[in-house]
């Protein structure tokens, strides 16, 4: 993955390379290539350019994250520069690697020593996700391990490739180029300021008063970023100096992108490279490794890549804007024949140890090993079989305050920044009324918190819920969406039905009936599940609740049509896309059923349930929540990351429900399988929850856990555990299980 010819530029050079040597190392290996294009640009790549990727929209690495899974690679090879992919410093990227299932290995076109706040974030975070990471010198190793604190066993310095040519007399070449009696220099680069163009025009007086058939020729287009802004003013501004300083029958500029194989014959042409670059943070150079490699004596300002390089090549270091020293290596060598054909062959000879076959002799092995080594996943059952860990309410604690529950955390700090929602404390209202033993007492003091916030986001006047809260207790909205009026109208009821204490009852019941008459103008499948949930709950121990019942009466036959209407082969399902909180919708229908003694509302929700359970079950038989970039795919297969723990709470209780309807067995085994996935029988093998506090991973990405810890992902794994916890009671006695799935 890079950017790839046509396009104009070093990386698309480099990548084309790579693919080349690849292929003729190992012509057994099929190799994809994944191309960058600037934002609204579009190219005629060629074959082997699997998909073009908008480096601005984000959907297009989603596209390209689902195409490498689908292609079941073994590796993902990501050139890494900076401005080539979308978001604050390139984050668009992560988006991606984050979903794709291979091992990655990113090869580091560029190592900043003095990373912004923004390109640090996103730097770290690339070279954690991936298994190897590659760089060019020495130095670029260095500054990863001081500067990102990155194991240096987890890098390789694998030099540029180069062309394996002949050395070559460039007498012999002169001629293709009207070079002929000529002693040429060649410096070759997308001409911009920061090239030093100027420190040589001003050395050739000197120059070619020792040597008059001197001719300094400056290679390339002049940088496409440059031309915007200014024109070919700074080309002007050389040919002006040149002028000036009487030497402009020394310098000839050619303008122009130069294929590989022209460049590499003007090279050939040249008696000395000059790269007179302006700074040192530039940790690789490809033409300064084709010089090298073709065998050419190089004049150079100590850059990094260059003071790593020339000493063992030959080639000499001047300081940086210092015409004189140019002047002065460059006369030494133009002067000395014997020398400058020592230097050449010296240049030759560590070229052998740069060519493109050595190249991908190097990425041959790190793949191989990065292979080797991925992360096993853990066989099913020997995370957790059978076993049920102990609810806490630690976790939950901590993101509450006097005003309630706060939305998200940064690991297990609290997060102010984002403040509250309604969702999470109608969440955490339900939670307390399912807590037992020890932490009742406490869990009815967080109770009335938590009904407190609900009640403050009701909006008479709209009627409507409000969501979101600031951390300074100002609302962000007069009313919320649709799904956090199903939520809280499901909270309330849950809270009428179960709550422990009478007056918390009397609160839930007299709220619901403010609430419930506005619960008609819900549009969408799951809040009006989420209301089918709610009414049932209340109905459970309000029978004669007449509001409750019509919400029930009302909302089933919609979700029922609903999957009739969009029901097609391989697809039983409500909607043409999947989404979040899955089970919630055929679980509503199947309460909804149940509670209305009607047998095709139940067999529909089942049929809908069944489906899912196999779309959220991968090879290994393992649970696999539907990731959340499956959101708009209109009638595919769901993506595999990022897997939130809200799925496996929400399909615990559906499968619980379903076994107490059947009494097939199966769905006993489906609520176990989600449950385990929160200990880590998951497509990585990695645990979700912290079960010594209660707490709870915000997400399963392709090779890790989201280690931040939110109220969703905290109160689902709560959720959960007294599930199974129930789950675990009624096998060992039968006649619980109905019961208990009129409450789950």
């Known amino acids: 993955m890079g950017n790839n010819p046509p396009r104009l530029c070093g990386i698309a050079t480099f990548t084309a390379d790579v693919y080349s040597a690849l292929r003729d190392a190992f012509p057994e290996t099929a190799v994809d290539v994944y191309a960058m294009n600037e934002a609204g640009t579009t190219r005629d790549y060629p074959p082997h350019v699997t998909f073009a990727i908008d480096q601005d929209r984000l959907s297009d690495y989603q596209e390209a994250a689902q195409r490498i899974n689908e292609s079941k690679a073994d590796i993902v090879l990501v050139q890494h520069e900076y401005g080539i992919f979308g978001g604050a410093a390139g984050a668009f990227l992560l988006k991606l690697l984050d979903r794709v299932e291979a091992p990655v290995v990113v090869t580091l076109h560029t190592v900043l020593e003095n990373p912004t706040p923004e390109q ?45 040519r002949p050395l070559i007399d460039p007498e012999t070449v002169k001629p293709h180029f009207d070079f002929v009696g000529r002693r040429v220099l060649l410096t070759f680069g997308l001409l911009s300021p920061n090239k030093g163009i100027e420190t040589m025009i001003r050395a050739l007086a000197r120059i070619a008063a020792a040597h008059p058939d001197v001719l300094y020729v400056v290679l390339g287009a002049t940088h496409p970023h440059l031309v915007a802004r200014e024109g070919e003013a700074y080309r002007e501004s050389l040919i002006a100096l040149a002028a000036e300083l009487g030497v402009a029958q020394h310098v000839r500029f050619i303008d122009g992108f130069v294929e590989q194989e022209l460049l590499l014959d003007y090279l050939a042409a040249a008696d000395i490279y000059v790269t007179p670059y302006l700074h040192e943070a530039q940790i690789t150079s490809g033409t300064l490794s084709y010089a090298v490699g073709i065998g050419k004596p190089v004049v150079s300002t100590p850059y990094w890549h260059a003071a790593e390089l020339l000493p063992s090549s030959g080639g000499m270091l001047v300081a940086f804007h210092d015409s004189d020293a140019f002047a002065v290596a460059i006369n030494a060598m133009l002067g000395d024949p014997v020398r400058l054909q020592a230097m050449r062959e010296q240049a030759w000879e560590v070229g052998r140890s740069m060519t493109w076959a050595k190249l991908a002799e190097g990425y041959g092995a790190i793949f191989r090993d990065a292979v080797k080594n991925r992360p096993v996943r853990l066989a099913i059952g020997q995370a957790a079989r059978d ?28 997060n102010r920044d984002h403040g509250y929602c309604v969702d999470d404390n109608c969440r955490a209202l339900m939670l307390m009324h399912r807590v037992s033993g020890e ?48 939520r809280s109208l499901w909270s309330i009821a849950v809270t009428a039905a179960e709550a422990r204490s009478h007056d918390l009852r009397r609160w839930a019941v007299h709220l619901f009936d403010q609430v419930a008459p506005h619960v008609r103008e819900l549009r969408y499948l799951r809040s009006q599940a989420f209301a089918i949930l709610g009414a049932d709950a209340l109905l459970a121990a309000y029978p ?75 090879h290994d038989g393992q649970f696999r929540a539907v990731g959340t970039d499956s959101f708009g795919r209109w009638f595919e297969p769901p993506m595999p990351f990022d897997q939130q723990p809200l799925e496996a709470w929400a399909s615990i209780d559906a499968a619980i429900l379903a076994h107490a309807l059947t009494g097939e067995e199966r769905w006993r085994a489906s609520a176990w399988r989600a449950w385990r996935w929160f200990l880590g029988e998951n497509d990585i093998g990695v645990p979700i929850a912290t079960p010594a506090d209660g707490g709870c991973f915000d997400g399963l990405m392709s090779d890790r856990a989201n280690l931040n810890q939110g109220a969703e992902s905290i109160l689902s794994f709560q959720f959960a555990c007294r599930a199974m916890r129930k789950l675990a009671k009624a096998t060992e006695s039968p006649g619980l299980e109905r019961s208990i799935s009129t409450v789950s």
Request: overall charge neutral.
């Open 544 to 618: 004669g609740h007449a509001l409750a019942r019509a919400i029930v009466t009302d909302f089933a036959p919609r979700l029922r049509n609903a999957l009739a209407r969009t029901k097609r082969s391989g697809w039983t399902w409500f909607e043409p896309t999947l989404g979040y909180d899955n089970a919630r919708v055929p679980e509503a229908l199947m309460r909804a059923g149940r509670r209305l003694g009607d047998a095709e509302l139940e067999a529909a929700g089942l049929a809908a349930l069944d489906w899912l359970d196999g779309i959220q079950t991968n």
């Open 387 to 414: 076993d049920i860990v102990p609810a806490r309410l630690d976790a939950v604690e901590r993101l509450t305050d006097g005003c309630g529950m706060l939305q998200h955390g940064i690991f297990g700090v609290p």
């Open 120 to 164: 640090r974030i996103v730097f770290d975070a690339l070279v954690r996700r991936a298994t190897r990471v590659i760089v060019m010198a020495e130095k670029g190793r260095e500054i990863l391990v001081r500067t990102h604190g990155v194991d240096p066993r987890r890098i390789a310095v694998i030099p540029h490739g180069v062309p394996d």
């Open 439 to 486: 932490s009742e007492a406490r869990a009815d003091q967080l109770a009335i918190v938590y009904a407190s916030f609900v009640q403050h986001a009701w909006n008479g006047g709209k009627g409507r819920f409000r969501n979101f809260m600031s951390f300074e207790r100002n609302w962000l909205e007069e009313e919320g969406s649709e799904d956090s009026f199903g």
